[in-house]
């Protein structure tokens, strides 16, 4: 066990050396300022020598409990986060206190602040709670420091609104990022309390996942300059602002007509419902004047050429598609014309024993009756044979 004595202070303390042949009596009415952070500190002891005391650094320690403080009338900054406190205590004689620091302990309800007149930051975020439970606060305290507190930390404490919060009027710095804060309205509604607020950290709420989230709580406050840790654009702001101001007043010329008994705004009468494939009568699509016009003349000059459905009847359309198959070519050898076929025929006669029919003839000419095994083809030049018949079929 470690605890914080005179003569742990006498003996660690490097900030402010100790002169030689000083009284230690004197030496500690001198000190204004004590460092002794992650010392692995578990106690406080009586300090009342430090009579001077105005900031005093116990951060990350093994504190349980505020104690033995009660001397320091002086003091101004009191830094205890990352200790093992589950209480606030004995607090009410500081009344110089103006920055307290208390985040990452085991507090579950924030008491005993009423009597610091002068507190303008309380930083008491990131408890370590039980689990299903939120951090509470005293309204006699929160109420105390409704005029004097300036910068408010509460984040990581599972809070689900801020009306303990609304009397804080000057208010200018207030984080309560990790919470779980979802409703807009109240927000707001608080907002609307703080007119000095410039700094505003919400992130890691439900309400952050809201549709156009920072440009509804930008135009919740015209003193805000920094929300989430991004700073506000003047001219981002001017829009917005414009934007809520329009709204507002749609949704009272809205109620006002509702209390008219007015509708809420005129209704434009739709085409009659026409049948598949019947034409809209006495209708022109908005913004195409004169269309309807252009299309009854281009389909009147289509139906007046000679090959259009309105100009044929439908026997001459069926007779025209028989004469065009009934032109289509013949591609057989036995469809050919007499003439050909015999020029054919004679390209290859001869004698028994005569040479073979030539492989690089055209297919039709190989498989034709005409050439039957019984016939020796004799060819005198089969080159020649070839491009004959090559000209005679192109």
């Not at 200018?172 to 309390?193: C, R």
Request: charged fraction near 30%; hydrophobic fraction near 35%; aromatic fraction near 6%.
């Amino acid at each position: 066990m470690v605890r914080l004595t005179i003569d742990l202070i006498a003996r660690v303390n490097t900030h402010t050396k100790r002169k030689r042949d000083e009284p230690l009596s004197q030496y500690l009415r001198r000190l204004t300022h004590l460092y002794f952070q992650e010392r692995h500190i578990d106690e406080i002891d009586d300090l009342s020598l430090c009579k001077n005391l105005s900031v005093l650094y116990l951060y990350d320690n093994r504190i349980a409990r505020i104690q033995n403080l009660h001397f320091a009338s002086n003091l101004t900054h009191l830094y205890l986060q990352n200790n093992l406190i589950a209480k606030i205590e004995n607090l009410s004689l500081l009344r110089r206190l103006e920055k307290l620091y208390l985040g990452n302990n085991e507090i579950t309800v924030v008491e005993g602040l009423d009597k610091l007149e002068n507190l303008k930051e309380l930083h008491i975020e990131n408890q370590r709670l039980p689990p299903g439970e939120k951090l509470l606060f005293d309204p006699r305290s929160i109420q105390a420091l409704s005029v004097t507190l300036c910068v408010l930390n509460i984040s990581g404490n599972s809070l689900e609104d801020l009306q303990d919060f609304r009397c804080l009027r000057n208010l200018n710095q207030f984080m309560a990022a990790d919470n779980q804060l979802d409703d807009m309205k109240e927000l707001a509604q608080v907002l609307a309390g703080w007119p000095n607020l410039w700094r505003l950290e919400l992130v890691g709420n439900p309400l952050c996942r809201k549709a156009k989230y920072r440009d509804r709580v930008i135009v919740m406050s015209n003193s805000l300059e920094v929300l989430d840790g991004k700073e506000i654009n003047e001219t981002a702001r001017k829009f917005l602002l414009s934007w809520k101001a329009n709204k507002e007043a749609r949704r009272r010329q809205r109620e006002e007509r509702k209390k008219n008994g007015e509708a809420d705004g005129p209704r434009r009468e739709l085409p009659p419902l026409q049948l598949p494939h019947a034409p809209l009568r006495n209708y022109i699509m908005p913004g195409l004047p004169g269309a309807r016009k252009q299309f009854e003349a281009i389909l009147a000059r289509s139906r007046s050429l000679p090959g259009s459905a309105d100009v044929m009847g439908r026997g001459d359309v069926i007779a025209q598609k028989t004469e065009i198959i009934a032109e289509m070519p013949k591609k057989s050898l036995s469809d050919l014309q007499p003439p050909l076929r015999s020029r054919y025929a004679r390209i290859l006669v001869g004698e028994p024993g005569g040479t073979p029919i030539p492989r690089d003839l055209p297919p039709p000419i190989r498989s034709s009756p005409v050439l039957r095994p019984s016939l020796q083809a004799k060819a005198i030049d089969v080159r020649s044979s070839n491009q004959f018949v090559e000209s005679q079929v192109l």
